[in-house]
């Protein structure tokens, strides 16, 4: 065999030994941002993705989106919003699988839609002091999130209204909380049913003098923590639809002329801390799903025409230690596990009645 041709054989081998010794570069992690993401129907967004380490052989990725019904992702990382609604957007890679996700909001409206409502509120407002010739996101207490979408207004302060509110305010899909007083109110305000389409709202306090009913639309603010409607004029019933407000931890409703029986649909509040409901016209008796409510620390139901057995279910709240029934029609016996636990004040007095184990008729 030529000489040349053999020193060249033998240096292929070699080079090809020594290449195949060199280890490699595996990929350890994902990371993809931004982790938020807010758009409307038809906006689009590039997500984007690093691979560690930098130096790893293979970087390749899939995307996917939890819910393309919601929004849809190219595999650039391009993400398409589709309809309203939530849904995650993942990247994984295709060595070691490794994953990270990023939660997509797509909601109705734009940021214009946003000034409109804001500028409606402005007019009927008594303590919002804004300069509407400059852009929104100076406006004092306004807060907006990347997609120039408004998430705050006068955060942790009430606005005083005078009027009632336009139906813009359906506008803001991304207001997180709401503190509304009619306390200087010049006509009878009710509370707009749009509000039951600020789906992202998690506080919501309304209060000194709303008049009409509490709209059944309420019940449709899955996010909401906190409900707070205290100090009004309000008739009706407590609807059954805010049983659908799963994350609410504290309701409040009043010193109000509600009237009519306490919905058992309540019952199905299971994050549910603090029931308060004083200061009605509520009727009938206390519903035993109210026993279900495993997290309840506090429950007001005082000054009402409340009438019946305390349930014997009320019993198993092993957090409750706040519990006040008096002045109602209660009767029967006080389950034992009640008794125990609190003092005579949380049951009497009840109109000289006397419960078969503890007489209120001298309180």
């Known amino acids: 065999m030529n ?3 053999t020193l060249l054989i033998l240096f292929t081998l070699f080079l090809a030994f020594f290449s195949g010794c060199e280890k490699e570069v595996k990929v350890s992690g994902i990371i993809v941002e931004p982790k938020n993401v807010y758009l409307s129907k038809g906006d689009v967004v590039q997500l984007a993705c690093l691979v560690t380490p930098y130096s790893a052989d293979n970087k390749s990725v899939r995307w996917s ?22 849904t995650r957007i993942a990247a994984t890679t295709k060595d070691g699988n490794f994953s990270d996700t990023v939660s997509v909001i797509v909601a109705r409206g734009s940021p214009a839609g946003d000034s409109i409502a804001l ?25 907006l999130n990347s997609n120039r ?15 009632n509110v336009d139906s813009t305010i359906g506008n803001l899909a991304y207001l997180k909380s709401l503190f509304l007083s009619a306390a200087y109110a010049i006509v009878d305000v009710t509370i707009p049913v749009e509000i039951g389409l600020l789906k992202e709202l998690q506080e919501l306090i309304l209060c000194e003098g709303f008049t009409g009913t509490i709209p059944l639309e309420l019940g449709s603010l899955s996010n909401l923590e906190w409900l707070d409607i205290y100090h009004n004029k309000i ?13 609410l931890k504290s309701l409040f409703i009043f010193f109000n002329d509600l009237a009519g029986k306490i919905p058992e649909e309540l019952g199905n509040l299971s994050k549910l801390e603090s029931l308060n409901l004083w200061g009605n016209k509520l009727t009938g008796e206390i ?20 009438n019946g057995e305390i349930p014997k279910t009320l019993g198993n709240l092993n957090k409750l230690y706040y519990l006040n029934l008096t002045y109602n029609s209660l009767s029967g016996p006080i389950p034992q596990s009640l008794l125990d636990r ?3 004040w949380s049951f009497c007095p009840q109109k000289g009645t006397k419960f078969d184990n503890l007489d209120c008729s001298g309180y």
Do not use: C
């Open 149 to 163: 979408r408004v998430i705050y207004i006068n955060h942790n302060d009430f606005i005083y209204i005078s009027k």
């Open 3 to 5: 000489k040349s041709l």
């Open 287 to 306: 519903p035993e799903e109210l026993g279900y409510l495993v997290e309840l620390e506090k429950l007001s139901l005082e000054y009402n025409q409340l």
């Open 342 to 344: 609190f003092e005579k």
């Open 119 to 143: 500028i409606k509120l402005y007019e009927i407002a008594e303590n919002l002091n804004w300069n509407l010739t400059k852009p929104m996101d100076t406006w004092e207490g306004v807060v």
């Open 235 to 247: 008739t009706g019933g407590i609807p059954k639809e805010l049983g659908n407000l799963n994350n």
């Open 65 to 86: 989106s939890k819910d393309d019904a919601i929004a849809t992702v190219s595999q650039t990382g391009l993400v398409t919003a589709i309809a309203e609604g939530k």
